[in-house]
Structure formats: structure tokens, C-alpha cells
């Protein structure tokens, strides 16, 4: 992205939103290219890179939920704006937590949609930044930041600190959501390496037929599309670390060709036929049980004896309870901060439901659980009507004397025979709808006259069914 000029690409079938908006966006210095369709749309990103992406979801060929799903897989850095109608805003919601940055509604405030733009720019800019401080990062990344206080951790990142120091290839196995990606750059910025690149690879968000021309990069030409040179992940990463996450999912072919290199740590790009020599160290990761893979056939044994020359594992949170009041702590203090809530804790029932649930999906599934809550919150604490329904499901038989009620209130409830969450609700929907009325339906002033982010205020939108 140019600081002056950033792209961006307009995708709609109707002629005159992709006009209006290509005039009102380039009046505000942006370089703007455009697209009536989902399928011209994902053609066109990869060629363009623009910055930002602002596209309908309803259009014909390809939806723009497919055209996102599409671009996110092969950039994940994309900033994706959804336009959509009233009706669609339930499937909007849904697509930003599929990673689209935001949505707007149509007929839009051309004010507010300038803001989304601005601030997709803003949070693009700042990745850049960020990654390229990352780049220049010479003291280590601390194994002290690493929340826990389970002695089974601790002793993980002593082993880290060891393996650290040497240049062996290292496979890390264990569940999704266990910090396989934490692991490898802690592995790596206590390495000799610290101050060289940290390239990450996910091979499972990569097609089949791109995860070569990424690994290896491609020479002008070498196929349709093929514009220019390219450097791909392992040149990219010379000198550092290249984290393959995911390494359970590569295709046979390219198992062959990811031996070769390791053997002889030299890669060709697509196209081209010079040898490339790269010194690199890799580490993988995968939640699948590689020996078994190879038992079955599908995973190539010296590819895997290459790779597992040292073996970190992963521990899952419901081995750990001890991390979890810890790190909902932090997630909570994290979310509160980033939506704008103030919220002091947990009410000890909804910390009980936390340390009893058994947590399948390891510490992403506690982040997204206390991300609802703060969202889903109305009052200064987290209580368990306020996290997911599959967390208050207890161990315990549902009409025994040791199942407590979360969702009610004591018997009789409040006055009328309602109990306070209901009545609670009602007042807040009333508040929403009445701070609606008086901004004239501008989501983004209503947000601010109610002291919230925007995002909190579209949760609640759709929550409470408001029109």
C-alpha cells in the first residue's frame, strides 16, 4: 500500500454504485478499480492488491460472500467491506466473524462509508507496521509472556528455551487452539535467528495448486496471471524462520519437492530452472497425527522423520485449568479495552462455568467466549447468562437438585412475573431504538451518543431484533 495513493476495489452489478463510489473515493485521494461481480472481483484483487475491498454480497456469478471467502484465502490480511440490504444483516454479522472487516447497510451515509474506509486503511497501516517492527525486532521475544501458571507450561517453555538455541528443525504438535503459532515464535525470537525474518505459511489456507508458487515463488510468465517475478515464503524467510502451520494438509507432489529442500536447502521457482540456494530453519506444526498419517500412506515417511528431528507438544486447556481464570482475565481486560465497555469482572457463577467447561476448542474457544460475553454484556460484571449457551451446560443431570438455573430469576421473578434479563433487554432494546430515532439511523453517531464501539452497537442490534 502506497502511504499517498491506496487502492481500492469497488465490486457491485449495479453501474451507478460502482460510479458514485468510484468518484466519491477518488475525490478523497484513492485510487479506485472496480468489479461487477464476485468472480471478476477475486480476479482482480490478485492482480490490483488493493487495500481495501468494498462489495455487495448479492451479485451474480459469484456471491460476495464466496468472493470474500475466496480473497481471504488468498490474502488473510484483507480488509473486506459487505454492502447488504436490511434483510441480510444477520448473514453480514456472520461474514465478520468469517474475517470480513466490517458491513454497511444500503441505501449508506456516504460519511460512514468513508469511515470504514479510513479505518480499514488505518488498521492495513498499522499491520505494515507492526510487521515490519517485528522484522527489525532484535532483543527476544520473552517466555514471560507467555500467560500461564500450570507447571506442565512452565516446563514447555524451558524445553523451548533449549531447543532455541540450536538450528535442528522442530514439529509441534497438539490440538487447534493450543498456541502452536506462540510456540514457534517464541522458538524463534530466542533463537540466533531473532533478528532475521519470521516467515508463517498456513498451508491449509493455501489451494493446492498456489501452496507451491507460495513456498517457491515463480518467474514471469511461468502461468496465467504470472505478471511478474516473484519471491516466495522460503526466499522470503533467508536467513530466519519459516513456520509451516498446518504441514498435515500438503499434497504428495509437494511433499516430494519440501524433502528436496530440506535435503539440500536449495529451492527453483516456478518456471525457472537456477537453483536457489536458502538457509532456513523451519518449524512445523499440525494437529493431525502424523504417524498415523503415515501408517495410512498419507504422509511420506522420511518427509516426516526430516521434520520431527525435535518434538514439542501442546497442551490443551483442560489439562491446565490453572490458566483458565488467568487467561479469561486477560481476554476480558483485552475485549472490554478494544469495544469501549467497562466491565470490572466475572460474578463467581460465571467463573465457575468457565473452570467447569472442558474447553474443546482450547484457549480460542475461552477468547471467543469472553469476546461474546463483554459483547453480549449489560452490566459492569460477566455473568453466565452473558456467555455461550454450550458453556452453562454442566456435568450433572439437567432436573437434579445440583443444576442451578442461570437464565431466570428467583421465583415469582420481578413484579409483573418477568425476570430481570428479560426486563433488562426491553430497556436496552427501548434505549437503542429511541438513540436510533434521534441520529436519524446513523449507526456511527448512535454508537458514540451511547458511548460504544459501532461493533457493540450492531451485536446488540441484531440480539435484540431491533428494525
Known amino acids: ?6 487502492t481500492i476495489l469497488v465490486v457491485d452489478d449495479d453501474d451507478g454504485i460502482r460510479q458514485f463510489l468510484s468518484a466519491v473515493l477518488t475525490k478523497q485521494g484513492m485510487a479506485v478499480v472496480t468489479a ?22 448479492r451479485m451474480p456469478r459469484m456471491s460476495g ?13 484483507a480488509s473486506v467491506i459487505l454492502m447488504t440490504a436490511f434483510a441480510e444483516v444477520e448473514t453480514a454479522v456472520q461474514a465478520i466473524k468469517d474475517g470480513a472487516f466490517d458491513y454497511i447497510i444500503k441505501p449508506f451515509d456516504i460519511a460512514e462509508m468513508l469511515l470504514l474506509v479510513k479505518r480499514a486503511l488505518e488498521l492495513r497501516r498499522m499491520r505494515e507496521d507492526i510487521s515490519v517492527l ?15 501458571a500450570s507447571p506442565k507450561m512452565i516446563e514447555l517453555c524451558q524445553t523451548i528455551t533449549k531447543v532455541a ?5 522442530v514439529l509441534i504438535s497438539g490440538e487447534s487452539g493450543t498456541g502452536k503459532e506462540l510456540v514457534a515464535t517464541a522458538t524463534h525470537f530466542n ?8 516467515v508463517k505459511v498456513n498451508c491449509a489456507a493455501v489451494p493446492d495448486g498456489l501452496l507451491e508458487s507460495e513456498f517457491f515463488g515463480h518467474e514471469k510468465g511461468a502461468f496465467t496471471g504470472a505478471l511478474a517475478r516473484r519471491r516466495g515464503r522460503f526466499e522470503q524467510a533467508d536467513g530466519g524462520t519459516l513456520f509451516l502451520d498446518e504441514i498435515g494438509d500438503i499434497s504428495p507432489s509437494l511433499q516430494v519437492k519440501l524433502l528436496r529442500v530440506l535435503q539440500e536447502r536449495e529451492i527453483e521457482r516456478v518456471g525457472g530452472s537456477e537453483p536457489i540456494h536458502v538457509d532456513v530453519r523451519v518449524i512445523a ?28 507438544k501442546t497442551i490443551p486447556l483442560r489439562d491446565r485449568p490453572e490458566d483458565v481464570r488467568l487467561l479469561a482475565g486477560y481476554f476480558l481486560q483485552k475485549f472490554a479495552a478494544e469495544n469501549g465497555i467497562e466491565i470490572t469482572g466475572f460474578s463467581d457463577a460465571a467463573m465457575d462455568c468457565l473452570l467447569r467447561h472442558t474447553w474443546p476448542g482450547n484457549v480460542r474457544e475461552l477468547a471467543n467466549a469472553v469476546e461474546r460475553a463483554v459483547v453480549m454484556s449489560t452490566g459492569r460484571e460477566i455473568f453466565p447468562e452473558d456467555l455461550p449457551e454450550q458453556i452453562l451446560r454442566l456435568d450433572v443431570e439437567p432436573d437434579g437438585p445440583e443444576s442451578p438455573d442461570f437464565t431466570g430469576a428467583a ?21 437503542i431504538q429511541e438513540a436510533l430515532a434521534r441520529n436519524g439511523g446513523n449507526r456511527v453517531k448512535t454508537a458514540q451518543d451511547l458511548q460504544i464501539s459501532r461493533r457493540s452497537l450492531l451485536y446488540k442490534i441484531q440480539e435484540n431484533g431491533i428494525g
Open 285 to 312: 506444526a499440525t494437529n493431525r497425527n502424523l504417524a498415523e498419517l503415515v501408517r495410512q500412506g498419507g504422509f511420506r515417511q522420511d518427509l516426516y522423520f526430516r521434520l520431527n528431528v525435535v518434538s514439542l
Open 165 to 169: 538455541k540450536s538450528n535442528a528443525t
Open 411 to 431: 421465583p415469582g421473578g420481578t413484579a409483573d412475573g418477568r425476570p430481570l434479563r428479560d426486563l433488562v433487554r426491553q430497556y436496552e432494546a427501548q434505549v
Open 36 to 57: 461487477e461481480n464476485g468472480q471478476e472481483a477475486v480476479d482482480m484483487f490478485r492482480v490490483e492488491r488493493p487495500d481495501v475491498v468494498v462489495m455487495d454480497i
Open 1 to 6: 500500500m502506497t502511504q499517498d495513493m491506496p
Open 65 to 77: 460472500l464466496k468472493a470474500m471467502s475466496a480473497i481471504l484465502n488468498h490474502d488473510r490480511s
Open 191 to 198: 533463537s540466533a535467528r531473532r533478528d532475521r525474518p519470521f
Open 134 to 148: 517485528h522484522r527489525e525486532l532484535s532483543e527476544s521475544f520473552r517466555l514471560d509472556r507467555i500467560l500461564t
